[in-house]
């Protein structure tokens, strides 16, 4: 939950993580986090107004992601959206949950250089999107079949161990020599800039059944830094690959996956290498954040992207594109 003012400064920006709460069952539950979204997000809207030292009344227009998505999670979001946008007498902006994330990197960056290529990079998503300016969009490329984020988890799963998976694989890489075990580089046709992933899992699995680790940590963090430099070259291959061939002067990387540090790291040293800026949130904005709404929400607002209050969320919704 966030309050942002002249689309420049957060007032606030309140974080709820359920990650413990979906730990034990190793993946998000849909029901429990719909439980927990009705829980918290009354004291949370609340929390941001009182540490923004702001009022409902000052509010001017009320930002609400409203897909894709859990239907049971954005149900609440968008009910109480509404309720204010009609209490308040306020425009109710609806937001793409991308779009969010593609925002968050003008949180930290209000000079960015256009056009951009941003790689958007998570659990559930890996797209690429050409971006003339802020708001404008066309999809260059996504994955066929996996998310990199959903494969990093699996890859945990499959070593044995917890939820999230992708923050115990990048702790597990830094350990390990990502050269001892290969895993392949999928789909790098040069023709598109979509991914693939599936692969990968199979891959590993296939590793793992010939194997013997016997506990061993030190091979356990062997195959997790090679199945990671895997996913995150492919990430990085194509990117880069787009950057060239659409001549932009500017990356981004966005999304959950953007708090990997191999990824990170790659992406950074690529610009450099041909004199562009890259603009990647601190980590903080990488996973899924009111801020990065409410800045979105703000540039969708200035488009005069006002909703109605027969706005329903769409589960399966796809970013609209102007690019």
Same mark, same amino acid.
Request: aromatic share 6%; net charge neutral.
């Given at each position: ?21 979906? *730990? /034990? ?81 003008? =949180? ?24 003339? *300016? ?7 490329? *996504?994955? =066929? ?8 988890? *699996? ?24 050269? #001892? ?30 194997? /013997? ?31 060239? /061939? ?18 990170? #790291? ?9 004199? =562009? ?15 990065? =709404? ?8 200035? /488009? ?20």
């Amino acid at each position: 939950m966030a309050v942002l003012e002249d689309g420049k400064r957060l007032l606030a920006d309140i974080l709820s993580s359920q990650v413990d709460l979906h *730990k /034990k069952y190793g993946g998000v539950v849909p029901e429990l986090a719909c439980r927990r979204h009705i829980e918290t997000v009354d004291p949370l809207v609340r929390q941001a107004l009182e540490t923004s030292g702001r009022t409902f009344q000052q509010l001017d227009a009320i930002a609400v992601t409203i897909g894709p998505g859990l239907i049971g999670a954005l149900l609440v979001g968008v009910s109480l959206a509404k309720a204010l946008s009609y209490a308040l007498k306020i425009p109710l902006v609806p937001v793409h949950h991308l779009e969010g994330h593609i925002a968050s990197a003008f =949180i930290e960056h209000t000079d960015i250089m256009f056009p951009s290529v941003a790689l958007v990079v998570s659990g559930g998503h890996t797209n690429l999107y050409y971006l003339s *300016k802020a708001g404008e969009y066309r999809l260059l490329g *996504k994955t =066929i079949d996996d998310a990199a984020g959903e494969v990093l988890d *699996k890859g945990a799963r499959m070593l044995g161990y917890g939820y999230p998976g992708g923050p115990i694989i990048d702790q597990l890489a830094q350990k390990g020599d990502p050269q #001892r075990v290969l895993f392949p580089r999928p789909y790098r046709s040069s023709l598109n800039y979509d991914f693939s992933f599936s692969g990968l899992k199979t891959s590993l699995l296939q590793t793992l059944s010939r194997m /013997k680790l016997d506990n061993d940590p030190g091979m356990h963090a062997d195959i997790a830094a090679g199945y990671q430099a895997a996913v995150v070259d492919s990430l990085v291959e194509k990117t880069f690959s787009a950057v060239e /061939k659409e001549k932009v002067n500017s990356v981004m990387l966005v999304g959950g996956v953007a708090a990997n540090s191999v990824l990170r #790291r790659k992406i950074k040293e690529g610009a450099e290498r041909i004199g =562009i800026p890259a603009y990647i949130p601190s980590h903080r904005y990488c996973t899924d954040n009111g801020a990065m =709404i409410a800045m979105a929400g703000m540039i969708r607002y200035d /488009k005069g992207m006002i909703a109605s209050l027969d706005l329903n969320p769409e589960p399966n919704l796809e970013l609209l594109l102007t690019a």
